[in-house]
């Protein structure tokens, strides 16, 4: 099964079970510190959804993201091409993702669509070039 981002429209079947699913990601997070709860559900082309959150540490750096959690744990089963993710918070406002994880979704899926969600029902939509415009990217190393 290959999924479109056509399949993402607002009120659509398939964004509306990924803005679930990242909710409920966002409800298991560990946040002690900042507060700032994060979930993320990851869509890849077979179709298949990988959930994250993000876990915070004392050692602040230590901290993991809820949009890098989604792609290590997709990349730990094997999967490697990504179409989709939400982004779900508590926040006011659609929350877009931090410069780090910006950089690990450009690494997958330079042409990954990315939404934010919130409780309240705010939403927002970025494509990668977007939010990282003159990406560094395995170009930039000679590669691929």
């Known amino acids: 099964m290959t999924t479109r981002t056509d399949d993402l429209a607002p009120g659509s079947r398939q964004r509306t079970v990924l803005a679930e699913r990242a909710m409920l990601a966002k409800e298991r997070a560990y946040a002690p510190y900042s507060g700032f709860r994060v979930g993320a559900a990851l869509l890849a082309t077979d179709g298949s959804i990988t959930e994250g959150c993000n876990v915070e540490n004392a050692s602040y750096p230590a901290g993991m993201c809820a949009e890098r959690g989604a792609i290590s744990t997709a990349v730990a089963r094997g ?24 950089q690990v979704m450009m690494e997958f899926a330079p042409r990954l669509e990315v939404i934010s969600v919130t409780r309240g029902g705010a939403d927002a939509r970025w494509t990668m070039s977007d939010l990282l415009p003159a990406a560094f990217t395995p170009t930039s190393l000679g590669r691929r």
């Not at 999967?79 to 910006?102: K, L, M, N, W, Y």
């Open 79 to 102: 999967v490697r091409d990504f179409v989709a993710i939400v982004i779900a918070t508590d926040a006011e406002q659609p929350t877009p993702p931090c410069g780090i994880c910006r």
